[in-house]
C-alpha cells in the first residue's frame, strides 16, 4: 500500500511558476507510475501528467503540454509537478495518483493523495 501527501499549493499570478510536490511511502515506490490529476471549481477532475516507475517515461495533457514538468525521485519517494506560464484556467486542486502502470486513466491508479489548492490569478 501507498500512501500520498501532496504539498506546494497556493496562490500564483498569471505568467508565474510554481510547483507541487507528492510524498509517497513504501519501499515500492518506484514500482509504481505516478500521475497528477486536477479538478477545478465545477468540473470533473482530469489528467494532467503521468510518470512511469523509472522515470523514462511521461505524458502530458494538451492543455499543459510545454509548461508543466513531472519528474520523480524513487530515493526520496517524491514526485513533482513543475508549472510554468501558469493561466486561470490552470485553478484547480492538484491530485497526486500511483498505480501499477502510466496512465492518463483516473481508474488505473489505485492510490490517491488528499489534493493541493493551486490559485492562478489574472
Known amino acids: 500500500q501507498v500512501q500520498l501527501v501532496e504539498s506546494g499549493g497556493g496562490l500564483v499570478q498569471a505568467g508565474g511558476s510554481l510547483s507541487v510536490s507528492c510524498a509517497g511511502s513504501?519501499?515500492?515506490?518506484?514500482?509504481?507510475?505516478m500521475a497528477w490529476f486536477r479538478q477545478a471549481p465545477g468540473k470533473e477532475r482530469e489528467f494532467a501528467a503521468a510518470i512511469s516507475g523509472s522515470g523514462a517515461a511521461r505524458s502530458y495533457a494538451d492543455s499543459v503540454k510545454g509548461r508543466f514538468t513531472i519528474s520523480r525521485d524513487n530515493a526520496k519517494s517524491t514526485v513533482n509537478l513543475h508549472m510554468n506560464s501558469l493561466k486561470p484556467e490552470d485553478t484547480a486542486v492538484y491530485y497526486c495518483?500511483?498505480?501499477?502502470?502510466?496512465?492518463?486513466?483516473?481508474?488505473?491508479?489505485?492510490?490517491w493523495g488528499q489534493g493541493t489548492q493551486v490559485t492562478v490569478s489574472s
Open positions: 495518483a500511483a498505480g501499477p502502470l502510466m496512465s492518463r486513466a483516473q481508474h488505473e491508479y489505485y492510490y
Open positions: 513504501g519501499r515500492t515506490f518506484r514500482n509504481y507510475g
